[in-house]
């Protein structure tokens, strides 16, 4: 049974070793030479403008979840692709199924007024 986990055991002891080196190492070894331009905070190669505490609008969170749920969803449809010929007319009714389910939530959310950034 122990031979069955064994790579992964090995693995495991692998990334944890090399992360704590690379930490152990670079304390060790690394500048330690702090000046007010280098811990100053970094945008972009901008100088960074107002604060961090700023508040944002709850569309720009909502306009987010959205975003990330449609592109989650769009990734179902390569291995579809990938294996459209083998599912043959039974995976182009299911996808198609799974495309309208799809447009029917957009459209629901665009008459909602959640994609509207005022």
Known sequence: ???TYLPILVLMGVA???GLGSLVLSALIGQKKYSKVKMAPYECGCD???TARERFSIRFYLIAM???LFD???VFLYPWA???KQLGLFGLVEMGVF???LFV???YVWKKGALEWE
Do not use: C, N, R, T
């Open 72 to 74: 989650i969803e769009a």
């Open 82 to 84: 990938i294996l459209y």
């Open 66 to 68: 959205l975003f990330i």
């Open 105 to 107: 939530g957009y459209i």
């Open 48 to 50: 960074p403008v107002g």
């Open 99 to 101: 495309i309208v389910i």
């Open 16 to 18: 944890i070793a090399f």
């Open 1 to 3: 049974m122990l031979g």
